[in-house]
Protein backbone atom coordinates (compact mmCIF):
# COMPACT_ATOMS: atom_id res chain seq x y z
CA UNK A 1 0.00 0.00 0.00
CA UNK A 2 0.74 3.27 -0.78
CA UNK A 3 -0.39 6.79 1.15
CA UNK A 4 -0.57 9.61 -0.43
CA UNK A 5 -1.41 13.17 0.99
CA UNK A 6 -1.75 16.09 -1.00
CA UNK A 7 -1.06 19.87 0.52
CA UNK A 8 -1.26 23.60 -1.15
CA UNK A 9 -4.14 24.13 -2.68
CA UNK A 10 -5.85 27.20 -2.08
CA UNK A 11 -7.66 30.65 -3.59
CA UNK A 12 -5.59 32.35 -6.05
CA UNK A 13 -5.94 34.71 -9.00
CA UNK A 14 -5.98 34.36 -12.79
CA UNK A 15 -2.36 34.38 -13.47
CA UNK A 16 -0.85 33.91 -10.60
CA UNK A 17 1.05 30.68 -8.90
CA UNK A 18 0.91 27.70 -6.59
CA UNK A 19 2.63 24.53 -5.92
CA UNK A 20 1.05 21.49 -4.51
CA UNK A 21 2.59 19.11 -2.31
CA UNK A 22 2.36 15.03 -2.16
CA UNK A 23 3.55 12.91 0.47
CA UNK A 24 3.79 9.76 0.61
CA UNK A 25 4.07 6.90 2.92
CA UNK A 26 4.26 3.04 3.09
CA UNK A 27 6.59 1.02 0.72
CA UNK A 28 9.54 2.12 -1.41
CA UNK A 29 8.35 5.67 -2.83
CA UNK A 30 11.04 5.85 -5.95
CA UNK A 31 9.55 2.83 -7.17
CA UNK A 32 6.21 4.07 -8.29
CA UNK A 33 5.33 6.37 -11.08
CA UNK A 34 3.82 9.52 -9.45
CA UNK A 35 1.10 11.89 -11.11
CA UNK A 36 -2.07 14.30 -10.67
CA UNK A 37 -5.35 14.54 -11.78
CA UNK A 38 -8.36 16.65 -11.39
CA UNK A 39 -11.66 17.07 -11.17
CA UNK A 40 -13.80 20.10 -11.75
CA UNK A 41 -17.31 20.72 -10.58
CA UNK A 42 -19.83 18.38 -12.88
CA UNK A 43 -16.94 17.06 -14.79
CA UNK A 44 -15.02 14.12 -14.74
CA UNK A 45 -11.31 13.59 -13.70
CA UNK A 46 -8.93 14.10 -15.99
CA UNK A 47 -5.34 13.53 -16.04
CA UNK A 48 -2.81 16.37 -15.13
CA UNK A 49 0.69 15.52 -14.95
CA UNK A 50 2.53 12.21 -14.41
CA UNK A 51 6.44 11.31 -13.42
CA UNK A 52 8.82 8.17 -13.88
CA UNK A 53 9.78 6.43 -11.24
CA UNK A 54 13.38 7.91 -11.80
CA UNK A 55 12.07 11.52 -12.92
CA UNK A 56 13.84 11.25 -16.14
CA UNK A 57 10.50 11.79 -17.96
CA UNK A 58 7.37 13.78 -17.75
CA UNK A 59 4.20 13.82 -19.29
CA UNK A 60 1.43 16.72 -19.61
CA UNK A 61 -2.02 17.61 -21.10
CA UNK A 62 -2.39 19.70 -23.16
CA UNK A 63 -4.44 22.05 -20.93
CA UNK A 64 -1.29 22.35 -19.41
CA UNK A 65 1.97 21.95 -20.90
CA UNK A 66 4.22 24.77 -20.77
CA UNK A 67 2.74 26.22 -17.74
CA UNK A 68 2.66 23.57 -14.84
CA UNK A 69 6.30 21.41 -13.63
CA UNK A 70 6.03 18.02 -12.21
CA UNK A 71 8.65 16.80 -10.13
CA UNK A 72 9.63 14.53 -7.12
CA UNK A 73 12.42 14.32 -4.24
CA UNK A 74 12.97 11.14 -3.52
CA UNK A 75 15.15 11.44 -0.82
CA UNK A 76 11.74 13.27 0.91
CA UNK A 77 8.91 10.84 -0.56
CA UNK A 78 7.50 13.82 -1.87
CA UNK A 79 6.07 15.03 -5.29
CA UNK A 80 5.09 18.67 -6.71
CA UNK A 81 3.33 20.49 -9.07
CA UNK A 82 3.99 23.80 -9.86
CA UNK A 83 1.35 25.76 -11.60
CA UNK A 84 1.81 29.21 -13.43
CA UNK A 85 -0.09 31.29 -14.85
CA UNK A 86 -3.06 29.76 -13.56
CA UNK A 87 -6.32 30.36 -15.46
CA UNK A 88 -10.09 29.95 -13.95
CA UNK A 89 -10.83 26.90 -15.92
CA UNK A 90 -8.10 25.40 -13.61
CA UNK A 91 -10.31 25.07 -10.62
CA UNK A 92 -10.65 21.76 -9.74
CA UNK A 93 -9.88 19.21 -6.81
CA UNK A 94 -6.06 17.69 -7.43
CA UNK A 95 -5.37 14.54 -6.66
CA UNK A 96 -1.92 12.58 -6.15
CA UNK A 97 -1.53 8.95 -7.70
CA UNK A 98 0.87 6.39 -7.82
CA UNK A 99 1.08 3.54 -10.13
CA UNK A 100 4.09 0.66 -10.58
CA UNK A 101 4.00 1.99 -14.11
CA UNK A 102 4.11 5.55 -15.57
CA UNK A 103 1.03 4.62 -18.27
CA UNK A 104 -0.61 3.21 -15.38
CA UNK A 105 -0.33 6.46 -14.13
CA UNK A 106 -1.55 8.27 -16.68
CA UNK A 107 -4.53 6.04 -17.14
CA UNK A 108 -5.82 4.19 -13.87
CA UNK A 109 -4.00 4.75 -11.19
CA UNK A 110 -3.72 2.46 -8.14
CA UNK A 111 -3.39 4.91 -5.54
CA UNK A 112 -5.18 7.93 -4.88
CA UNK A 113 -4.46 10.69 -2.59
CA UNK A 114 -7.79 12.27 -0.79
CA UNK A 115 -7.25 15.73 -2.92
CA UNK A 116 -6.80 19.32 -2.49
CA UNK A 117 -9.10 22.40 -3.78
CA UNK A 118 -7.65 24.74 -5.98
CA UNK A 119 -9.85 27.84 -6.67
CA UNK A 120 -8.37 30.35 -9.21
CA UNK A 121 -10.72 33.42 -9.78
CA UNK A 122 -11.43 35.86 -12.40
Known amino acids: QVQLVESGGGLVQTGDSLRLSCAASGRTFSNYALGWFRQAPGKEREFVAA????????YYSDSVKGRFTISRDNAKNTMYLQMNNLKPEDTAVYYC???????????????WGQGTQVTVSS
Open 51 to 58: IHSAGRNT
Open 97 to 111: VADSSVVGTRRNPDY
